[in-house]
């Protein structure tokens, strides 16, 4: 079965994201678990866990995904910077395992101008700090980086770098996203392209930690280092790259969720309806 959703909201109460993941047609969803501009969440309301986690069952979700908030940055050479971003962390993993969310996405962030060897190690500290402190069974994934300015791990080196200093690699997952790949140099639109990210990927990292797609089409160029996100089939990496992507063996199994924009020229239905005509069920 194809696992696809999206990233829905969960305006007015945790559970109301089930209803929308649902509406929409999905077979999986991501959600932030509180707001995700602030520093600070409210705490989860036992009510709100079990009726979340009531509607989820009904509904028959196997696969549900939480996105970190925006501001944390694990790669931070700063010290409180890095700080607040550790505990936000380990508030989410805590968090997820209540709501028993099965993973957790993280950006990798940016070494803020001190290198990518700094930035590696900051991240792995972090996550090590995070996993040391928390009992969960919601696995974190890495999310792979756009190669914006100042990034870490946009290029599968520095993820397998983290990886080989992760003490539970266990607990630890990749999440690719498309538009990411893309920007920062992999050309995931041509088929050898694609052969050749995988092979990769496979020799930097590993495919066994790659655990969830984000699937998101490419408003910058390869290479561009631009992390913006355009709907299925109007980006760089187009329809064919895409039913590529969604059939390929290796990927075809995979969660896949799109965090595409909601704006005239189309919706998250929209979308999603261009990504379920591309697959071809076995
Ligand atoms: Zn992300
Ligand atoms: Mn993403
Ligand atoms: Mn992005």
């Given at each position: 079965m194809l696992l696809l959703g999206a990233h829905v909201s969960i305006s007015g109460s945790i559970a109301k994201s089930v209803d929308r993941a649902k509406e929409l047609g999905c077979t999986t969803f991501q959600i932030f678990t509180r707001n995700p501009r602030g520093w600070r969440a409210q705490k989860l309301k036992q009510e709100e866990v079990e009726e979340f986690k009531r509607r989820r069952r009904e509904e028959g979700y196997r696969v549900v995904v939480a996105h970190m908030p925006y501001l944390p940055n694990i790669a931070s050479p700063k010290q409180d910077g890095w700080r607040k971003?550790?505990?936000?962390?380990?508030d989410e993993l805590r968090r997820c395992d209540a709501l028993e969310i099965d993973y957790l996405v993280c950006h990798l962030g940016s070494h803020l101008g001190k290198g990518v060897q700094a930035g590696i190690e900051r991240v792995a500290r972090a996550v090590n700090e995070a996993l040391s402190k928390v009992?969960?069974?919601?696995?974190?994934?890495?999310?792979?980086m756009a190669g914006q300015k100042g990034s870490v791990g946009s290029r599968f080196e520095e993820i397998g770098e983290i990886f080989s200093r992760i003490e539970q690699p266990d607990r630890v997952g990749v999440c690719l996203d498309?538009?990411?790949?893309?920007?920062?140099?992999?050309?995931?639109r041509s088929e050898a392209g694609l052969e050749e990210t995988l092979r990769a990927f496979e020799e930097k990292v590993g495919l066994r930690r790659l655990k969830v797609l984000h699937l998101n089409d490419s408003k910058g160029g390869l290479g561009s280092g631009l992390d913006r996100h355009e709907h299925i089939g109007h980006g760089h990496i187009g329809k064919e790259g895409f039913r590529r992507i969604v059939n390929h063996k290796v990927l075809r199994g995979l969660p896949m969720i799109i965090e595409t924009p909601e704006d005239e020229k189309g919706d998250y239905s929209y979308d999603l309806g261009v990504l379920r005509s591309l697959y071809r069920p076995e």
């Open positions: 971003s550790v505990n936000v962390l380990i009992e969960t069974g919601c696995v974190l994934l890495l999310e792979n498309t538009c990411h790949l893309y920007a920062a140099g992999y050309d995931v």
